[in-house]
């Protein structure tokens, strides 16, 4: 069964800190990985994109990295800042991309 | 995203009731889908369209209704509403190109009382 699951489903942090998040996934076959922010009361919007020969990806603080060996993502974000309090969802697509498969997500609050 | 807006933001009913639900983008997109979101799931996809007059169940097409008989326009509609359907909906569209990025509407908040 394709699914895709995510860890912490929830996290604390202080300002200034980084923090991981990750995402494992079972969907197969596999076409790409991506991560999405969701703040609240909004749509997700889309942070970064892996292929399948991609291992890692970066858009400004946010680090995405793949294993496509064990079929494992994370999602690093470096020096937090208050406005990266959001729920964090990983999203996989299927063969030929038109089939997607969300994580539950991860809600980060980042607090002063 | 300015693109594909979503109405209404807010919306109650009572069960029984028809409700629309709109959805509308700017992009000439190919491919419209309706999710919804609930705590301690994922979106799911409701259904979803490949272009104008096309369009395919998802995983919990149950109770609801769409149609698109223009390019940028994807109502869905839950035809006799009931409690079980209080949810956040969002709509999304992408172009038709493999591993292109959905873009999501702000939601529409739904409450069957």
């Known amino acids: 069964k394709n699914q895709v699951e995510q860890s912490p489903q929830s996290l604390i942090i202080l300002e200034g800190k980084n923090c991981t998040l990750q995402?494992?996934?079972?969907?197969?076959?596999?076409?790409?990985l991506r991560w999405y922010k969701q703040d609240t009361g909004r749509g997700p919007v889309s942070l970064t994109i892996m292929t399948f020969s991609e291992n890692t990806k970066s858009n400004g603080r946010y680090t995405a990295t793949l294993d496509a060996d064990t079929k494992q993502s994370s999602l690093h974000i470096t020096a937090s800042q208050l406005s990266d309090s959001a729920s964090y969802i990983c999203v996989v697509s299927e063969g030929s991309g038109n089939q997607f498969y969300f994580g539950t997500g991860t809600s980060l609050t980042v607090i002063p | 995203d300015a693109g594909i807006t979503q109405s209404p933001r807010y919306k109650i009913t009572e069960t029984g009731r028809q409700v629309t639900l709109m959805c509308h983008q700017t992009w000439s997109h190919s491919y419209m889908f309706w999710y919804r979101q609930d705590l301690g799931h994922g979106l799911r996809l409701i259904y979803y369209s490949a272009a104008a007059d096309i369009t395919d169940k998802g995983e919990v097409p149950d109770g609801y209704v769409v149609s698109r008989s223009k390019t940028e326009n994807f109502p869905l509609t839950l035809e006799s509403a009931t409690r079980s359907q209080t949810s956040v909906y969002f709509c999304a569209s992408r172009d038709y190109r493999v591993g292109e990025k959905l873009f999501f509407g702000s939601g529409t908040q739904l409450s069957v009382l």
């Open positions: 995402c494992n996934y079972t969907v197969s076959p596999f076409s790409n």
